[in-house]
């Protein structure tokens, strides 16, 4: 089966970086090394982000959406991405734009060996309590689940489409996506990719729900592992 990619872009708030979403998203898919189509998921806006994204999608054929009835966070938004696309492969991208839609060619390169390829980010262009925070998160939820994943919250990621949709949905599922894929047996590839501050609009995550959230979603993590169903059918007639 050929490959084909769905980009899920999670959308809260982000009026002021659609516009470069666009242009960029449309640039990459001029030059994506598989068939590639752009989702977004307006996780409840309330500025003028969804009726840009609808506009967006008109004049744009490869570019579609799905809106939510309210904002649930990020982890819903993505997995209603992952349920509504159909493609074999599934992008993941924030709409801060603070990673590079073209690096999904990198990413790719593994996907054949591999069942969910991440982002590093290697050189990051963050602010210096923002890396900090995000370090020890990163820590406390490796001592958790024990991925070996360096930087699980790089927003910058593709994923075989069957993984994504046979991930059990919880709260903070974002920051598990390697743990979960491991947890079905999968295969899971680390590449370094670039980073750029942000441009526009207002960060989502502050310093309590990026250190205090982490450790409270490991305790669900290490509830879905102990009581996951998982077998194997030797015979059947």
């Known amino acids: ?120 980010r290697s050189d990051r262009k963050d602010a210096f309590l923002k890396k900090v925070s995000s370090l020890v998160a990163n820590s406390i939820r490796r001592s958790f689940t024990q991925d070996g994943m360096d930087d699980t919250g790089c927003p910058l990621k593709i994923i075989k489409a069957d993984y994504a949709k046979s991930i059990p949905m919880f709260k903070g599922l974002h920051r598990f996506l390697p743990a979960m894929v491991l947890l079905l047996n999968g295969k899971v590839k680390q590449v370094p990719v670039q980073h750029f501050p942000r441009i526009a609009g207002k960060a989502k995550f502050g310093l309590r729900n990026r250190l205090f959230g982490p450790l409270i979603d490991c305790f669900a993590y290490l509830w879905m592992k102990s009581n996951y169903i998982s077998y194997k059918t030797e015979d059947k007639g």
């Not at 806006?45 to 490869?62: E, F, G, H, T, V």
């Not at 509504?84 to 073209?102: E, F, K, N, R």
């Open 1 to 120: 089966m050929n490959n084909t990619l769905s980009i899920v872009v999670p959308v809260y708030n982000e009026q002021e970086n659609l516009g470069r979403v666009e242009k960029e998203l449309q640039e990459y898919l001029n030059c994506a090394k598989v068939p590639t189509a752009v989702l977004f998921v307006d996780d409840g806006s309330q500025d003028l982000s969804l009726s840009i994204i609808k506009k967006i999608c008109s004049r744009n054929p490869a570019f579609h959406y799905i809106s939510l009835d309210r904002n649930y966070g990020l982890s819903t938004a993505l997995k209603a991405g992952f349920d509504a696309v159909g493609s074999t492969l599934i992008g993941y991208i924030d709409s801060d734009l603070q990673t590079s839609p073209m690096d999904f060619n990198l990413l790719l390169d593994y996907i054949d060996t591999y069942d969910l390829v991440t982002g590093v």
